[in-house]
């Protein structure tokens, strides 16, 4: 649903903000104590240059997760991580021999972006670092000068790291299970079991959600309660395997015409139908009619099914009141003929 995916996308920037802020603090602090406890060789000019270059690549992070398609996810996340390690690499550049002092930071970065992510996100920065240390050795006076010193933290940035990658490797295995646990039984507690569909415990959350942005919004949307005619014959004449292969089938059908579709049990079903005009809602009601009426494999029993409908805001405002209505009108059609479809406020009429 669009309101679920506006909330988490929301709740990610805010996540990616604080990491922004986090990273804001951490690097333009370390560059502040650097200076404060070596002045006679870190001048005010190099701070103020390394600290805006941090806002800047904050700044161009921000605008990466913030704007970036959302199609490009994982591409995204390997140009962040390829931002902040960039960024941190000029900054120990502009710092020179100064840089000694800042080479942990980079460390520092470097595992932590790469781990919180994914192995191949790691590995990408892993080898990254090690690319722009040889380079930074290479173009900084100081590091050739202290060539010995350089390659330790070079070895130090190939060897440790392994060594996390190893540990983060089982962490990342057991985190998988978990999610896949937590995925399958969060599906299991949402979907119907028998057909696949969402069943009433979502039915009953979507709802409530719904109507709480529905009232915001000023829009409207309908309550399609469909229920089966003759399938208890179905089950009778055939048993309960045959009346499940049916319920199956209808799931099916009701899901071609209206994505929304929850199961509440036995032969009942629900839809929430968001529409623009009257008209639209009668063609998409007479269409699921006409769907459900069809001939159903391995039995003869024609079936076909009653459709009530009630309309928010114009029926009920709650959750109680738009189901009891729908169900209502639903039992009108059955009462009228069945086969057909019934709107609340029409209750007093032929439907």
Same mark, same amino acid.
């Given at each position: ?18 990491? /922004? ?69 000029? /900054? ?56 010995? !010193? ?20 089982? =962490? ?21 079991? =028998?057909?696949? /569909?969402?069943?009433?415990?979502? !039915? ?5 959600? =719904? ?9 409207? !949307? ?9 399938? +208890? ?20 059908? /009701? ?20 529409? +623009? ?9 007479? +269409? ?5 009426? +069809? ?16 309309? !928010? ?39």
């Amino acid at each position: 649903m669009a309101i679920e995916y506006d909330s988490m996308r929301e709740e990610y920037l805010k996540n990616e903000k604080i990491q /922004i802020g986090i990273r804001l603090v951490f690097t333009i602090s370390s560059a502040f104590f650097i200076y404060l406890f070596y002045q006679e060789v870190v001048t005010r000019n190099t701070i103020i240059e390394v600290a805006a270059s941090v806002v800047f690549y904050n700044a161009l992070y921000y605008w990466l997760i913030r704007y970036f398609p959302h199609s490009f996810q994982e591409e995204r996340i390997y140009i962040t991580v390829l931002v902040d390690i960039g960024a941190i690499s000029y /900054i120990m550049y502009i710092l020179q021999e100064d840089s000694a002092y800042y080479a942990g930071t980079l460390l520092w970065f470097s595992m932590a972006y790469g781990m919180r992510y994914s192995r191949k996100v790691a590995y990408l920065a892993h080898l990254t670092i090690v690319v722009s240390w040889i380079a930074l050795i290479v173009s900084s006076d100081f590091w050739l000068e202290h060539i010995s !010193f350089a390659i330790g933290w070079l070895l130090a940035y190939i060897i440790l790291p392994i060594y996390y990658f190893k540990l983060v490797a089982r =962490l990342h295995a057991n985190v998988e299970q978990l999610h896949q646990y937590a995925y399958e039984s969060n599906r299991k507690a949402i979907h119907d079991q =028998l057909t696949g /569909i969402f069943n009433r415990s979502m !039915f009953d959350e979507d709802l409530e959600k =719904l109507i709480k942005y529905y009232k915001h919004s000023g829009e409207q !949307f309908a309550l399609f309660f469909i229920d089966l005619d003759g399938f +208890k014959e179905v089950n009778d004449t055939y048993g309960h395997d045959m009346g499940d292969n049916v319920l199956i089938e209808t799931a099916k059908r /009701i899901k071609g015409v209206l994505h929304q579709t929850y199961r509440l049990g036995g032969d009942e079903f629900v839809c929430i139908v968001p529409f +623009k005009d009257s008209k639209e809602l009668k063609t998409t009601a007479q +269409k699921l009619i006409e769907v459900l009426n +069809k001939e159903y494999e391995d039995i003869t029993i024609t079936l076909s099914a009653s459709v009530g409908i009630s309309i !928010f805001p114009y029926d009920a405002t709650t959750e109680f009141e738009l189901k009891k209505r729908a169900d209502q009108a639903m039992y009108k059609a059955k009462e009228s003929g069945k086969n057909r479809y019934c709107f609340f406020h029409e209750i007093s009429l032929e439907c």
